[in-house]
């Protein structure tokens, strides 16, 4: 096994292409966003990257056939800029290999002529939220203003600690590579799957992208994982503080 495989798997032409990077992370914001815009448009599976940075593991399918881990890049025709989705279940699990694998993510956006980066993610607030708003942060402060327009927030120091992982690397090395790189972290929990978050990152790159797909199926989502927060809400309100008469029997 090499240390990094990139497989060919198809061919596609891509007008004006952007990278959009959503791999797991904080509420699987990013994840979300990306599964999306591959189950919403004519996509086309163009590159797998496999690397043994990834978990020493393989992904079962419904056949009960295992390959190993890995994660995809798909040619994603829009109304507006084309796009070039990176996404899959898994993130390099150490330090080195994070940013050898990133560069390699770089290298095949380079290939398909892309200019402009787009990494999603979440940024936990630790309670949850009622109002989503979209956090920015970018590697050249020119491309702050149109981001703006599209309703991002750059706050300072935020989010606390950085960005960790890909999405954060991608920012970083994107931009000494040349790339305009901007990190959307839509503001979740931190605690569930939040496609609601996901709905918000979304809408503001459809905005700045001048694109559209039909957010259905993630308005779906949304709606069952609200039941799930109502049903876990009500369930911490029946639980009581433990009488007097049981107290005593503590300790």
């Known amino acids: 096994m090499e240390e990094i495989l990139v497989e060919s798997v198809e061919e596609a032409s891509l007008d004006d292409p952007v990278l959009v990077e959503g791999l797991p992370g904080v509420g699987h914001v990013g994840k979300l966003v990306a599964e999306h815009l591959v189950e919403e448009t004519e996509s086309t ?17 419904d056949d009960g056939v295992g390959s190993l881990a890995s994660v995809d890049f798909y040619a994603c025709p829009t109304d507006g800029r084309d796009l070039l989705v990176l996404t899959g279940n898994h993130q390099a699990s150490d330090g080195p290999g994070h940013y050898r694998v990133a560069e390699t993510f770089l290298d095949v956006a380079d290939d398909f002529d892309v200019s402009d980066v787009f990494a999603l993610g979440g940024v936990p607030t630790g309670e949850l939220v009622d109002e989503y708003t979209v956090v920015g942060a970018v590697s ?8 703006d327009d599209a309703g991002v927030e750059f706050r300072a120091e935020e989010p606390a600690g950085g ?9 970083g090395l994107g931009g000494r590579r040349g ?13 569930l799957v939040d496609p ?3 709905a918000a ?3 503001v790159l459809e905005t700045h992208l001048d694109f559209e797909t039909d957010h259905d199926a993630l308005d779906d989502r949304a709606d069952e994982m ?10 911490e309100g ?8 049981d107290l005593r029997y503590i300790g």
């Open 238 to 245: 029946q639980q009581q503080a433990p009488s007097e008469e």
């Open 45 to 61: 599976l163009v590159r797998r990257v496999h690397s043994e940075h990834f978990p020493p593991q393989v992904e079962v399918d």
């Open 179 to 191: 790339f305009h790189v901007a990190c959307l972290m839509g503001e979740t929990s931190g605690y």
């Open 140 to 147: 050249d402060a020119d491309l702050k203003p149109d981001l």
């Open 201 to 203: 990152v979304l809408d």
């Open 163 to 171: 960005i960790v992982g890909t999405s954060g690397l991608l920012v």
């Open 226 to 235: 609200e039941d799930v927060v109502e049903q876990m809400q009500q369930m």
């Open 196 to 198: 609601k978050s996901a």
